[in-house]
């Protein structure tokens, strides 16, 4: 497989870290709210800086991610609020029942953050991979599910989980650096969809990783002539149904781009907030293909949820369109 | 026979009627209820009139199973008043002395480490017990709990395990041996106490010997699954069951017989 060149509107800014913009907000939410409690299973990067304020307030569950749930769910029960940090496919599996069991269940207040969900962990192989993440979590009774699109988005809803302490969430955290999208992705309220940009003849819905994707595909389109609307959708659940409604408007065309298999993610919630009298709806999703060796970049591409695949989509659907016409 | 002999005696043929209603697990229930007689009314610091008293130590019954074991200790003890027919078969939360829903295997070590080390957190001079099947430490994650207990030295953190040797498929040796098991636990950086788990005396005098040392602490507690009634004493069958006439008839005269 060839090596994709990162997309051209990307490349003024240097791609940031998740990882890195986080762990001084979360040493900071610490500092400040006593109620807090860090841990990590293999998690530390996200604490650095909780460890060097004041090494009490982070708790290292060594590789156990198992055992890392559940004391999170005693110190719940005990009136703290812990965050939880570990990577995606590791946490979301090999934890599974302890998130629903012991924190969702009893609906306690634990911030789960997985780092590397999707395909971030790339040429690291499938062990590594966790694009079942969004559908394992969405199943979770009670479960807030968010999958920020670059830094300043999950900067954005971590601030927002740990200033309102009601139940457990999960936020997708990716593995490395990720492009960095236009300010208006991240400084709304990250609960409901975000419009980056205004177009009548289709709505790009994307989440995570592929929101990048989705503005490559709206600039792509531009040249096709037609006109795409992005919008970002960083809240899964609960899904901001009524917003996604009035966003798709008039056009005649959703497409949606998830990082994600289709069960519990953006696709089917889309599908279902319009209904069968909204316009038409296309969901791009991952499958359970094995992978190639390949990069993040172009493991998107291999599943149909890079910006070329979202083009493709809006451009076969007016074609098909028009020879019907 | 001594008030907290008694008190057993009671509990157990509390189970053993709810047995003549229902199939519960009753076999894990009988082999628990000395220990937790010996918990209730010499170990733990709580307030008979207040269960949720915010201060009182805190019990996790890890082998959900054995539930009912619990229920009819709280209800012998005033805790819990509702018919315990109707409370669900593993712990849940909203009842009365339960402190967390437990049930699936292998998660109380876990949540009583993470209740302990919280409580130390808050400076709470709170102690946390919790209660082990033996069948159930075939789960991996407790020995993760057990290594994570003994490395934050969680002295406030007492495991006792019913050691009654049989699972629901067998003995445990033959299912899969846990032997020498004092020995994984002292590796693992606990320390350890056995007694007899049905001599409520002697359950009470090890859990406090245990607790004058540093770091977590286990007790194994050599018990008989089904104790108290004859015909299931033993015997894996009764791992879950229900009584049928004759059975509960049985079970009642062996019970009232050690009055």
Same mark, same amino acid.
């Given at each position: 497989?060839?090596?994709? !060149?990162?997309?051209? *509107? ?8 998740m ?5 001084? @907000?979360?040493?900071?939410?610490v500092?400040?709210?006593?109620s ?5 299973a ?20 060594? /590789? ?18 812990? @965050? ?14 302890q /998130? ?24 690291? =192989?499938?062990? *590594? *991979?966790? %694009?079942?993440? /969004?559908?394992?979590? !969405? ?15 999950? &900067? ?18 990716s ?12 400084? !709304? ?10 177009g009548?003849?289709?709505?790009v819905?994307?989440?995570? +990783?592929?929101?990048?994707?989705a ?10 002539? &037609? ?16 917003? /996604? ?5 008039? +056009?005649?065309? @959703?497409?949606?781009?998830?990082? !994600? ?6 696709? %089917? ?8 009298? =909204? %316009?038409? @709806?296309?969901?791009l999703?991952?499958? *359970? ?11 998107? +591409?291999?599943?149909? &949820? ?16 028009? +020879?019907?016409a | 026979?001594?008030?907290v ?9 509390r ?11 009753l ?35 890890? $082998? ?21 027919n ?20 292998g ?15 808050? #400076?709470?001079?709170?102690r ?41 498929? #067998? ?12 020995? $994984? ?22 859990v406090?010997?245990l607790?004058a ?12 699954? #089904? ?6 004493? #033993? ?25």
């Open positions: 497989m060839t090596t994709t !060149s990162i997309p051209p *509107h990307h490349t003024s800014i240097p791609p940031q870290s990882r890195a913009a986080l762990a001084p @907000v979360l040493a900071a939410a500092d400040a709210d006593p807090l409690i860090a841990l990590g293999d998690g530390r990067a996200l604490f650095t800086q909780v460890l060097e304020q004041d090494p009490r307030r982070y708790v290292d569950a060594g /590789i156990a991610e198992a055992n890392l749930v559940g004391v999170a769910a005693g110190l719940a029960r005990a009136g703290l609020r812990p @965050v939880a940090a570990a990577m995606a496919p590791f946490l979301v599996r090999r934890a599974n029942e /998130i629903r069991l012991d924190v969702c269940v009893p609906g306690l207040p634990v911030v789960l953050l997985g780092v590397g969900g999707g395909f971030g962990y790339g040429p690291l =192989g499938p062990t *590594h *991979h966790a %694009p079942d993440d /969004i559908t394992l979590m !969405s199943a979770m009774p009670g479960m807030r599910v968010y999958c920020p699109a670059d830094a300043a988005d999950a &900067v954005s809803v971590v601030r927002t989980l740990l200033a309102d302490p009601s139940g457990p969430a999960y936020v997708r955290l593995a490395r650096p990720d492009p960095v999208l236009p300010a208006a992705a991240s400084e !709304s309220d990250p609960r409901g969809p975000r419009l980056l940009r205004d009548d003849d289709v709505l819905l994307a989440t995570g +990783r592929c929101v990048a994707e503005l490559d595909a709206a600039d792509g389109l531009a040249a096709d002539g &037609v006109a795409a609307a992005v919008a970002s959708v960083t809240t899964l659940h609960p899904f901001p149904a009524t917003a /996604i409604r009035e966003l798709a408007g008039r +056009r005649p065309l @959703v497409v949606t781009a998830a990082e !994600s298999l289709a069960p519990g993610g953006l696709g %089917p919630s889309t599908a279902e907030a319009l209904g069968r009298r =909204g %316009p038409a @709806v296309i969901s999703h991952t499958d *359970h293909r094995y992978p190639p060796v390949a990069a993040h970049q172009d493991l998107l +591409r291999f599943y149909g &949820v890079d910006g070329q695949s979202i083009r493709s989509a809006v451009l076969s659907y007016r074609n098909r369109k028009t +020879r019907e | 026979m001594s008030n002999d008694e008190l057993a005696r009671r509990a157990r043929l189970v053993v009627e709810l047995a003549a209603r229902k199939a519960i697990h076999g894990p229930a009988l082999s628990l209820i000395d220990v937790l007689v010996a918990l209730y009314t010499s170990i733990l610091r709580r307030d008979p009139a207040r269960p949720d008293w915010p201060d009182r130590d805190l019990l996790v019954l890890s $082998k959900g199973h054995g539930v009912y074991g619990l229920y009819a200790v709280l209800a012998e003890l005033g805790v819990l008043t509702q018919d315990l109707e409370l669900p078969g593993h712990p849940s939360d909203g009842i009365p002395g339960i402190e967390a829903a437990t049930g699936a295997l998660h109380g070590l876990s949540l009583a480490s993470g209740l302990a080390l919280g409580a130390r957190l808050a #400076g709470k001079d709170r946390v017990y919790v209660i082990t099947g033996d069948g159930e430490l075939d789960e991996g994650s407790n020995w993760e709990a057990a290594q994570f207990a003994a490395h934050h030295r969680l002295g406030n953190l007492v495991a006792v395990v019913d050691r009654n040797r049989l699972q629901q498929e #067998g003995d445990t040796e033959e299912v899969c041996a846990l032997e020498p098991l004092a020995d $994984k636990w002292r590796a693992f950086g606990w320390r350890v106490g056995e007694s007899d788990g049905h001599d409520i005396t002697a359950v009470a005098d090890a406090t010997a607790e040392g540093d770091g977590p602490a286990v007790l194994i507690a050599h018990t008989t699954k #089904g104790r108290g009634v004859p015909f299931a004493e #033993g015997d894996p069958a009764w791992h879950m069951g229900e009584l049928d006439a004759a059975q509960r008839r049985i079970a009642v005269a062996a019970l009232t017989a050690t009055a």
